[in-house]
C-alpha cells in the first residue's frame, strides 16, 4: 500500500488523507504530544518537510517531489506499523514554548509540572529571585530542569538520573539552551551522594504500577522501562522521595512531585501529611506540593 501510495499521491492533502486512514486503521495510541490522527500527521508532515509546524493549509495542495513523498510516506509507515511515538521519529519534543531533542533513551516529556513553576506556585515561592538552588530528581530529558532555570533566573540546579543513557540526552537539551554554567548533571539514584540543600525540590519519577505497566499500550514500550514503572502500586519511588526530601529541603523550602492516578493510594499511605494537590491541565489529582516543615511535622 505504501509502494502504491508513493507512485499515487502527489500532494500534501494527499499524505494527510493517507496518513490519518493509515493511524486510524493501525489504531494507534495517541499520548504523546498529539491525542488525534489528524494533528499528529500534520505534525509529521510538516515537521519532514521542513516547513512551518502551525501553518497547514497553504501548503495542502502543493506539490511534492518523489524523494519528499517518500521520505513523508517512510516516517508515516515507521508510526503505523512499529507504533513508535512520533516524538522518538522527530527527536522532538514540546512543553509550552520549550522544545527538546528526544529519542529512546528517555520518556517523551509530558509532565504537568511545567504548568507549575513561576506562578503556579506563587503562594509559596513569593519571589522567583528566591530560588538559589534547585533540584530535579529522574531528570530524564532535562525538560524540568531547563524549565526551572527559565523561571528561577538565580538558581543553580542539580538534575539527577540514574540513568546515563538519560544523563546524554539532558546534555544535549542543556547545551542547546546555554545552560551548562547553571544546570549540573548527577549520576546517582534519587539522593544517594547529595550533599546540597535546596529551596525547590521537583520530581517527575516513575509512578506506573505493576497492572498497569503490564497493559500499557505499544507506544509506551518504546520509552525507557525504567522510567515508567515503580513498584507493584507505583510508588515505590515516591515513598523514597518523601522519605528522604526534608533532609534536603532548606526551610520553607518546598516539594513538588508528580504521581500519575496513585492519589488515594498515596493518601491512604502517609494520612498525617498535608498533602496540597495543584491543579493542573489534567486535573488537582497528578501533582502535590510539601513544605520541609510539613514533611517534618512542624506546621
Same mark, same amino acid.
Given at each position: 500500500?505504501?509502494? $502504491?501510495?508513493?507512485?499515487?499521491?502527489?500532494?500534501?492533502?494527499?499524505? +494527510?488523507? #493517507?496518513?490519518?486512514?493509515?493511524?486510524?486503521?493501525?489504531? %494507534? #495510541?495517541?499520548?504523546?504530544?498529539?491525542?488525534?490522527? &489528524?494533528?499528529?500527521?500534520?505534525?509529521?508532515? %510538516?515537521?519532514?518537510?521542513n516547513l512551518p509546524l502551525d501553518t497547514l493549509e497553504p501548503y495542502l495542495d502543493a506539490k511534492l517531489l518523489q524523494s519528499e513523498k517518500e521520505e513523508v510516506l517512510?516516517?508515516?509507515?515507521?508510526?503505523?506499523?512499529?507504533?513508535?511515538?512520533?516524538?522518538?521519529?522527530?527527536? $522532538?519534543?514540546?512543553?509550552?514554548?520549550?522544545?527538546?531533542?528526544?529519542?529512546?533513551?528517555?520518556?517523551?516529556?509530558?509532565?504537568?509540572?511545567?504548568?507549575?513553576?513561576?506562578?503556579?506556585?506563587?503562594?509559596?515561592?513569593? &519571589? @522567583?529571585?528566591?530560588?538559589?538552588?534547585?533540584?530535579?530528581? /529522574?531528570?530524564?530529558?532535562? /525538560?524540568?530542569?531547563?524549565?526551572?532555570? &527559565?523561571?528561577?533566573?538565580?538558581? $543553580?540546579?542539580?538534575?539527577?538520573?540514574?540513568? +546515563?543513557?538519560?544523563?546524554?540526552?539532558?546534555?544535549?537539551?542543556?547545551? @542547546?539552551?546555554? =545552560? !551548562?554554567?547553571?544546570?549540573?548533571?548527577?549520576?546517582?539514584? =534519587?539522593?544517594?551522594?547529595?550533599?546540597?540543600?535546596?529551596? +525547590?525540590?521537583?520530581?517527575?519519577?516513575?509512578?506506573?504500577?505493576?497492572?498497569?505497566?503490564?497493559?500499557?499500550?505499544? !507506544?509506551? *514500550?518504546?520509552?525507557?522501562?525504567?522510567?515508567?514503572?515503580?513498584?507493584?502500586?507505583? *510508588?515505590?519511588?515516591?515513598? $523514597?522521595?518523601?522519605?528522604?526530601?526534608?533532609?534536603?529541603?532548606?526551610?520553607?523550602?518546598?516539594? %513538588?512531585?508528580?504521581?500519575?492516578?496513585?492519589?488515594?493510594? +498515596?493518601?491512604?499511605?502517609?494520612?498525617?501529611?498535608?498533602?496540597?494537590?495543584?491543579?493542573?491541565?489534567?486535573?488537582?489529582?497528578?501533582?502535590? *506540593?510539601?513544605?520541609?516543615?510539613?514533611?517534618?511535622?512542624?506546621?
Amino acid at each position: 500500500m505504501f509502494n $502504491q501510495a508513493a507512485q499515487e499521491l502527489t500532494t500534501v492533502r494527499d499524505l +494527510l488523507r #493517507f496518513a490519518v486512514s493509515r493511524f486510524n486503521d493501525a489504531g %494507534l #495510541f495517541f499520548g504523546h504530544g498529539s491525542d488525534n490522527a &489528524h494533528d499528529e500527521a500534520a505534525y509529521l508532515i %510538516l515537521h519532514t518537510l521542513n516547513l512551518p509546524l502551525d501553518t497547514l493549509e497553504p501548503y495542502l495542495d502543493a506539490k511534492l517531489l518523489q524523494s519528499e513523498k517518500e521520505e513523508v510516506l517512510s516516517i508515516i509507515e515507521r508510526r503505523a506499523v512499529e507504533h513508535i511515538p512520533a516524538a522518538y521519529l522527530t527527536h $522532538q519534543a514540546w512543553q509550552g514554548e520549550f522544545d527538546f531533542y528526544v529519542d529512546e533513551r528517555v520518556i517523551v516529556p509530558r509532565s504537568f509540572i511545567y504548568e507549575l513553576l513561576g506562578d503556579g506556585i506563587r503562594p509559596w515561592i513569593e &519571589h @522567583d529571585e528566591l530560588v538559589h538552588r534547585a533540584l530535579d530528581l /529522574c531528570t530524564g530529558s532535562g /525538560c524540568l530542569a531547563i524549565q526551572m532555570a &527559565h523561571h528561577y533566573p538565580d538558581a $543553580q540546579i542539580d538534575a539527577v538520573d540514574l540513568s +546515563l543513557d538519560a544523563l546524554e540526552v539532558a546534555a544535549i537539551n542543556i547545551e @542547546d539552551y546555554g =545552560l !551548562e554554567d547553571r544546570i549540573s548533571l548527577v549520576h546517582t539514584d =534519587l539522593f544517594e551522594g547529595l550533599d546540597e540543600t535546596y529551596d +525547590l525540590i521537583v520530581s517527575n519519577p516513575p509512578y506506573v504500577d505493576a497492572e498497569s505497566v503490564e497493559a500499557l499500550p505499544d !507506544e509506551y *514500550l518504546h520509552e525507557p522501562e525504567l522510567a515508567l514503572g515503580s513498584g507493584e502500586d507505583g *510508588l515505590d519511588a515516591t515513598r $523514597q522521595i518523601i522519605l528522604q526530601a526534608a533532609k534536603y529541603l532548606n526551610p520553607k523550602g518546598i516539594l %513538588l512531585v508528580e504521581i500519575g492516578h496513585n492519589r488515594e493510594v +498515596l493518601e491512604a499511605a502517609y494520612p498525617e501529611l498535608p498533602f496540597t494537590w495543584l491543579e493542573t491541565s489534567g486535573g488537582d489529582g497528578f501533582v502535590f *506540593l510539601l513544605t520541609r516543615e510539613q514533611l517534618l511535622g512542624e506546621e
